[in-house]
């Protein structure tokens, strides 16, 4: 295989829930209001680290669009959709656009409040 090399985004990122890569920024976020299989899913303009799926014809609650799947080029976890192409003219303004799924991603925010407990080694004195 190779070496795989990532984009480090600078300041806070939306993340790969699996395996912590970037793979998009706040200031490129266009909405929160779209939804996917599994739940709530978020809008991009770009979206980074990622390797895409073939394309295919999928019904969307929108209607018929042209998408790949997207997967973290780390872990290979799929993470959501990119639009290639709308067949409705109102939906044109999707194409080229990202959609990773709510329930894949962290937030730089999500990851500040895990909480995590030191175990003393086995190594320490007593």
């Known amino acids: ?22 793979l998009a920024l706040p200031d490129d ?9 599994r739940g709530k899913a978020y809008l991009f303009n770009r979206s980074v680290n990622i390797s895409m799926g073939p394309l295919e014809e ?24 990119k639009y290639e192409s709308a067949h409705e003219k109102a939906q044109k303004y999707k194409e080229g656009k ?10 730089e925010i999500d990851l500040s409040t895990e909480v995590y407990i030191d175990t003393p080694s086995d190594t320490e004195d007593s």
């Open 29 to 37: 976020l266009i909405s929160k209001s779209f939804h996917c299989r």
């Open 98 to 107: 990202f959609v990773l799924e709510r329930g894949r991603i962290v937030d």
């Open 58 to 81: 999928r019904m969307m609650l929108s209607g018929m669009h042209t998408v790949a799947d997207i997967f973290c080029c780390c872990c290979g976890q799929n993470v959501g959709w």
């Open 1 to 22: 295989m190779g070496r795989i090399f990532t984009v480090e985004l600078e300041g806070r990122s939306y993340r790969c829930r699996f395996c912590r890569t970037h």
